[in-house]
Structures are given as C-alpha cells and as structure tokens.
C-alpha cells in the first residue's frame, strides 16, 4: 500500500540547533517534494519544492534533501528559533495532470528556547 | 494582494444535513483545489477545478460535489452529512492546472457533524 511517514508526530530541540524532520515514503514515484508549514488552525503555508533530478534544495535557514533511491526526503531548520515552532508537511507530486499533492501526516516541531 | 479567502471559517452542522463551502482564489489563479485535514492527519485531495472544468478529483463519495465559476472562485457541497465529515476543509489556488508547483492555501473552513 502507499505511504508517506514523517518522523515521529513530535519533536522538540533547543533554540540554536539544527531540527531535521523525516520524510519517507512506499509505494509512490514522485517527481517533485513539497515542504508546507502548518500552525495551528491555518492552512498550510508552502516552503520548499525540489525536483526529482535535484539532490539539495536551500533557502535562508532551510535546507531540503530528496533521495528517490532511498525514498526519502529530509527537511533541515538550521539555527532554529522559537519562532519556526510549527507542524511541517511534506507532500509527493506525482504529476497526475491535477493538483493533487499526497501529503504525511506531518510533524510537530516545538523549538525551546 | 488577497490571499485565498474561504467562507464560513467555523460551522456547526447535524447527520444528514447539507453544506456549502465557498473560496475566492489569488487574483490571476484559475485553478482552485478543495482537500480535507481531519485532526491529527495531513490535508487529502477532494477535488481540482481548472477554467471551470473538473481536473481531478480523490477518492471521496458522490455525497461530494463541487464546482467552479467564471469568476474562478468555487463552491464544495456535501450532501448527507456524516460525523466522520467533521475536519478542516481547505481551498488552494494556483496559476496554473497542471503540474502543482506552489499551492497557495486558505484558512479553512472548521466543519463539526453533530
């Protein structure tokens, strides 16, 4: 069956350090990975795309990776803030010719300070 | 520039009953998508319209309806309502109808069955 998992539903580091966030997925070919934000009671707000043929993504603090041997993608927050506190969703395009965007369930980032 | 605007935010609703969900797009977006996020799981593809045409659409019941006007902006029904219906709709937009590139999201609307 298809799935995409994100690292545990939780995650909590401390202000300053760097949080790296887990996507891996069955069962599906994407050819491009988002990266969405979520807080609580919004809608998601997008951060990153990268492309399949496309190794290393950055922009400002964040950092994506996408491994379609392994199946996985990883999201860095470098010199995190309290601020970046938030749900991170990852979500496969598969280009079904719709917007249809396959999202995880996400994970629960609470950055201490 | 307006972001994606949805209307209600909050509703209230009983088994059986119907609902109306509506979303204005960006200005210049032509394609508008409706998804579920049911609490603790992320958002799930309802439907895509493009130019007022059906692009796609996911693995929900026909209670399930929706559709687009010449103005872009898009209404979702549900008919029958169950509790199971109970979740966070949201509405993205884009510019284009294709490959998805961005999504530009509301901010939902709350919809708790009773």
């Known amino acids: 069956s298809q799935k995409i998992e994100q690292n545990s539903e939780a995650l909590n580091i401390q202000e300053g350090k760097t949080a790296t966030l887990t996507c891996n997925y069955t069962n599906y070919s994407p050819a491009y990975l988002q990266w969405y934000r979520q807080d609580p009671g919004r809608g998601p707000v997008f951060l990153l795309l990268i492309r399949e043929n496309e190794k290393e993504k950055r922009k400002e603090r964040l950092k994506v990776t996408f491994d379609t041997t392994l199946k996985q993608s990883l999201f860095h927050i470098t010199a995190s803030q309290p601020a970046d506190s938030a749900t991170y969703l990852c979500?496969?395009?598969?280009?079904?010719?719709?917007?249809?965007?396959?999202f995880g369930t996400g994970t629960r980032l609470t950055v201490i300070p | 520039d307006a972001g994606v605007t949805q209307s209600p935010t909050h509703l209230i609703k009983t088994r059986g009953q119907h609902v109306t969900l509506r979303c204005s797009p960006i200005s210049g977006h032509k394609s508008v998508s409706w998804y579920q996020q049911v609490l603790g799981q992320g958002p799930q593809f309802i439907f895509q319209?493009?130019?007022?045409?059906?692009?796609g659409r996911g693995n929900f019941p026909d209670r399930f309806s929706a559709r687009q006007f010449p103005n872009y902006s898009s209404e979702l029904n549900v008919n029958a309502l169950l509790l199971g219906d109970s979740a966070l709709y949201l509405c993205a937009s884009s510019r284009t109808g294709g490959n998805t590139g961005e999504l530009f999201f509301g901010e939902g609307s709350r919809l708790t069955v009773l």
């Open positions: 319209y493009y130019e007022k045409e059906e692009r």
């Open positions: 979500a496969l395009d598969i280009l079904s010719g719709a917007n249809n965007l396959f």
